[in-house]
């Protein structure tokens, strides 16, 4: 079956330290790879995409991910947090046998300490 | 650009009931999809408009209908409402570029509680 798994329900991080959030995914087809931040109450705002070439993407606020094929993996990295990136995190993956449609894994909150 | 708008923000309604929520697209955007959020889950696609038709849909019951308008705008419909149907109702659009994927940019939302 088709689906999108975060393993991390919630991660909490010091201001300042390096951040890495999980995402695996079970498709058969080529993925288009989105990681998506969630403001409590608000709605989805894109961080970055993998659709095809290099590896690692530069998204905003200074978010990088790495698609690894061989590990069917997207993980999402920060090298240092800041108190505003407290939010919730969501994973989604794209396959064109899908028409593009989102498939999304089910979050991982992310709170960050003083 | 205003981006993607959905109206109304919050609402609450009484089981049995009918809602509509609304969504305009981004400028530029033809495509716009319905995806149901509920608490502390990710959200789950319930149908996509392009052409003023439905042209896939997710694992929903025909409760839960569509419109697409000659201006790209779009309805979502609740029928019957239950309790479950409490959520947040996400409107995202894309352009539909015949390239494949695109980014798919979402609105604030719609907060519906049944009460």
């Known amino acids: 079956a088709q689906s999108v798994t975060q393993p991390d329900i919630h991660i909490t991080v010091s201001e300042g330290a390096s951040l890495e959030l999980r995402c695996n995914y079970s498709?058969?087809?080529?993925?288009?790879l989105f990681w998506y931040v969630q403001s409590p109450g608000q709605g989805l705002q894109l961080l970055l995409k993998?659709?095809?070439?290099?590896?690692l993407v530069q998204g905003i606020k200074g978010f990088e991910a790495e698609f690894k094929r061989s590990q069917s993996s997207f993980n999402l990295r920060k090298p240092s947090v800041h108190w505003s990136d407290a939010a919730e995190y969501f994973c989604?993956?794209?396959?064109?046998?899908?028409?593009?449609?989102?498939?999304f894994g089910a979050g991982t909150t992310v709170t960050v300490r003083a | 650009d205003a981006g993607v708008t959905q109206s109304p923000t919050h609402l609450i309604k009484t089981r049995g009931q009918q809602v509509t929520l609304r969504c305009s697209p981004k400028?530029?955007?033809?495509?716009v999809s319905w995806y149901q959020q509920a608490l502390g889950q990710g959200p789950q696609f319930i149908f996509q408009?392009?052409?003023?038709?439905?042209?896939q849909r997710g694992n929903f019951p025909d409760r839960f209908s569509g419109h697409q308008f000659p201006n790209y705008s779009s309805e979502l419909n609740v029928n019957a409402l239950l309790l479950g149907d409490s959520a947040l109702y996400l409107c995202?659009?894309?352009?539909?570029?015949?390239?494949?994927?695109?980014?798919?940019?979402f609105g604030q939302g719609t907060r519906l509680t049944v009460v």
């Open positions: 995202a659009s894309t352009p539909r570029t015949g390239a494949g994927i695109t980014e798919a940019f």
């Open positions: 498709y058969g087809a080529t993925p288009y």
């Open positions: 993998y659709f095809s070439g290099d590896t």
């Open positions: 989604a993956v794209a396959t064109r046998s899908n028409d593009y449609k989102l498939s």
């Open positions: 400028s530029g955007h033809d495509t």
């Open positions: 408009y392009y052409e003023e038709e439905e042209r």
